[in-house]
């Protein structure tokens, strides 16, 4: 089993940037396809975006799509969250998981929030 450790969310403006990292450590990991996920208050948790192993394939949800970008960098387990012109529509707890089922227990998630 992994052991996911995400960070980098706090208060922001909207309009603003953050950057969010996820460490995961535990068991191999550039192997996997690994995604952000989200969950605002009284919502599911959703997909956010999605690398492949190699970093070279992205995905997105409609959403973020423009405005997020995934990362990785296999050398040190880590998967990034770029997020820019964030939005209060945004506010969330941010979570780093494989992208595919079966997924690993689920982080504590990092809290962002966007002020209008």
């Known amino acids: 089993q992994a052991q996911l450790i995400e960070s980098g969310g706090r208060l922001v403006q909207a309009g603003g940037s953050l950057r969010l990292t996820c460490v995961a450590s535990?068991?191999?990991?550039?192997?996997?396809?690994w995604g952000w996920f989200r969950q605002a208050p009284g919502k599911e948790r959703e997909f956010v975006a999605t690398?492949?192993?190699?970093?070279?394939?992205?995905t997105y949800a409609d959403s973020v799509k423009g405005r997020f970008t995934i990362s990785r960098d296999n050398t040190s387990n880590r998967v990034y969250l770029q997020m820019n012109d964030l939005q209060p529509e945004d506010t969330a707890v941010y979570y780093c998981?494989?992208?595919?089922?079966?997924?690993?227990?689920w982080g504590r998630g990092t809290q962002v929030t966007v002020a209008s």
């Open positions: 998981n494989l992208a595919a089922k079966p997924q690993f227990p």
């Open positions: 690398i492949n192993w190699t970093g070279q394939r992205t």
């Open positions: 535990g068991r191999a990991f550039s192997s996997d396809d």
